[in-house]
T-cell receptor, first 112, second 112 residues
Framework: NAGVTQTPKFQVLKTGQSMTLQCAQD?????MSWYRQDPGMGLRLIHY???????DQGEVPNGYNVSRSTTEDFPLRLLSAAPSQTSVYFC???????????FGPGTRLTVT | GENVEQHPSTLSVQEGDSAVIKCTYS??????FPWYKQELGKRPQLIID?????GEKKDQRIAVTLNKTAKHFSLHITETQPEDSAVYFC???????????FGTGTRLKVLA
């Protein structure tokens, strides 16, 4: 099992550009989520999904979109990048919210 | 909204001493309390978790205690070793709400 995979590992964007961060899991987990990690602020939930076709907002959703067309994939789209979106992004999956979350290796994004 | 406070933000201990990290949660319906360890440049990984029907859980040198009345839980690491140096995150979740709330993290340094 590859677990949770993310691409790319690093990305530099200019303000206003858009891009998609990819996330995939091979554990057949229904619950998937995206977090951003900033110094001193822990892990903040951006969006989450409880199954294919179902997504919802977390605590910091502005500027991001998600979709869940399959159980395996949960891409995160930045619509118009801003310097405030410079962060490390982690995707995670689990059997449910009261179970262990398995994190991907992260994507370090810099917006200039 | 729901909140998890974590203290201290940094903690330095001598090798062989004990370390204690404390978290307080706001949602009295929270029923799952995991702890994650994140080494520098790596993804967070679960080290121990506890559910609301249990007051204490132990796994070798690490233990977690839960006080539901006071709405706080703690991580205890005994006989600390240099490889315990990392950032530790607590979290709280509530069945049916589909949200994990993380604390802001504690950077633990074990001095040799």
């Amino acid at each position: 099992n590859a677990g949770v995979t993310q691409t790319p590992k690093f990305q530099v964007l200019k303000t206003g550009q858009s891009m998609t961060l990819q996330c995939a899991q091979d554990m057949n987990h229904e619950y998937m989520s995206w977090y951003r990690q900033d110094p001193g602020m822990g892990l903040r939930l951006i969006h989450y999904s409880v199954g294919a076709g179902i997504t919802d907002q977390g605590e910091v959703p502005n500027g991001y979109n998600v979709s869940r067309s399959t159980t395996e994939d949960f891409p995160l789209r930045l619509l118009s990048a801003a310097p405030s979106q410079t962060s490390v992004y982690f995707c995670a999956s689990s059997e449910g919210t009261d179970y262990e979350q398995y994190f991907g290796p992260g994507t370090r994004l810099t917006v200039t | 909204g729901e909140n998890v406070e974590q203290h201290p933000s940094t903690l330095s201990v001598q090798e062989g001493d004990s370390a204690v990290i404390k978290c307080t949660y706001s949602d009295s319906a929270s029923n799952y309390f995991p702890w994650y360890k994140q080494e520098l440049g790596k993804r967070p990984q679960l080290i121990i978790d506890i559910r609301s029907n249990v007051g204490e859980k132990k796994d070798q040198r690490i233990a977690v205690t839960l006080n539901k009345t006071a709405k706080h839980f703690s991580l205890h690491i005994t006989e600390t070793q240099p490889e315990d140096s990392a950032v530790y995150f607590c979290a709280a979740s509530t069945s049916g709400t589909y949200k994990y709330i993380f604390g802001t993290g504690t950077r633990l340094k074990v001095l040799a």
